[in-house]
């Protein structure tokens, strides 16, 4: 399995920006899909954006709170995807993981996470 490595989380204002990346140190993303999921204090974990990246339909997926301000992307290479974070709310903060997924869902590679605080 190719390992999954986030950057980019920090601290930020509210109605700030943050740019998040997901990249397989170097190498071709293998997975059929990568992801990213959140998980605020308290709360379980959940899916808020999805892109397939080896696949002949390209698709997208966002949760409904995050839509129109986030937004997922895989470079040409294949080897990042990118969440980039827009208008950012306090109730964004969280540890933010992505995972490599298959074609039936299962996420079974998890990058390490990184943390988003958004402050007012």
């Known amino acids: 399995q190719v390992p999954l490595v986030e950057s980019g989380g920090g601290l930020v204002q509210a109605g700030g920006s943050l740019r998040l990346s997901c990249a397989a140190s170097?190498?071709?993303?293998?997975?059929?899909?990568v992801a990213w999921f959140r998980q605020a204090p308290g709360k379980e974990r959940e899916l808020i954006a999805r892109i397939t990246v080896n696949s002949w339909v390209s698709s997208i997926y966002y949760v409904d709170s995050v839509k129109g301000r986030f937004t997922i992307s895989k470079d040409s290479a294949k080897t990042t995807v990118t969440l980039q974070m827009n208008s950012l709310k306090l109730e964004d903060t969280a540890v933010y993981y992505c995972?490599?997924?298959?074609?039936?869902?299962?996420?079974?590679?998890w990058g390490q996470g990184t943390r988003v605080t958004v402050s007012s």
């Open positions: 170097g190498r071709t993303i293998p997975y059929y899909a």
């Open positions: 995972a490599g997924g298959t074609d039936n869902g299962k996420y079974n590679v």
